[in-house]
């Protein structure tokens, strides 16, 4: 059966330019914050990530405008819909606010965009993380189609 997922997230910023990741406990691999859409409740992507953020981080920072849509297909058929929202820089006070959901993260950090050592993040998922920085330096938004 094919199944269709939607997902949103945020694009944090610290005042030293690196990017701010989180490490679910149930994943393989480091994420930016955020998460699963709730079509139950007609919730949009955008609402998505305001929730999902202050879910797992206990932070209500503003989020801005979308940086990437993309559409990753899986084999076996399915396929996940990404939204990747600017974050922009997390304040200090936002920073010093952070309280992790304990039932779905273990740790987070900041880290230099262009010094993630590798396995950190998910391999299918390189392109959309390149696609959204790139989109966050330049300020103009962006579609990714990834076939797996």
């Known amino acids: 059966m094919n199944a269709l997922t ?13 990017v ?11 994420n930016l914050p955020g998460g699963a859409v ?7 992507p955008y609402e998505a990530a305001v929730r999902e953020i202050q879910e797992e981080l206990g932070i209500t920072p503003p989020i801005g405008d979308l940086l990437v849509h993309a559409w990753v297909t899986v084999p076996g058929g399915g396929a996940q819909v990404l939204y990747i929202y600017d974050g922009g820089i997390l304040s200090p ?10 039932s779905e993260l273990s740790e987070y950090r900041f880290c230099r965009p262009d010094n993630m050592e590798d396995g950190l993040i998910p391999p299918h998922l390189t392109e959309v993380w390149l696609t959204a920085l790139t989109a966050q330096a330049e300020q103009r938004p962006a579609m990714r189609t990834i076939r797996l």
């Open 38 to 44: 709730d079509l139950d409740q007609e919730e949009s």
């Open 6 to 18: 939607a997902s949103a997230a945020a694009l944090f910023f610290n005042a030293e330019g690196e």
């Open 20 to 30: 701010l990741i989180v490490n679910p406990t149930y994943k393989d691999y480091w």
């Open 93 to 102: 006070g936002d920073q010093d606010g952070i309280t992790l959901q304990d």
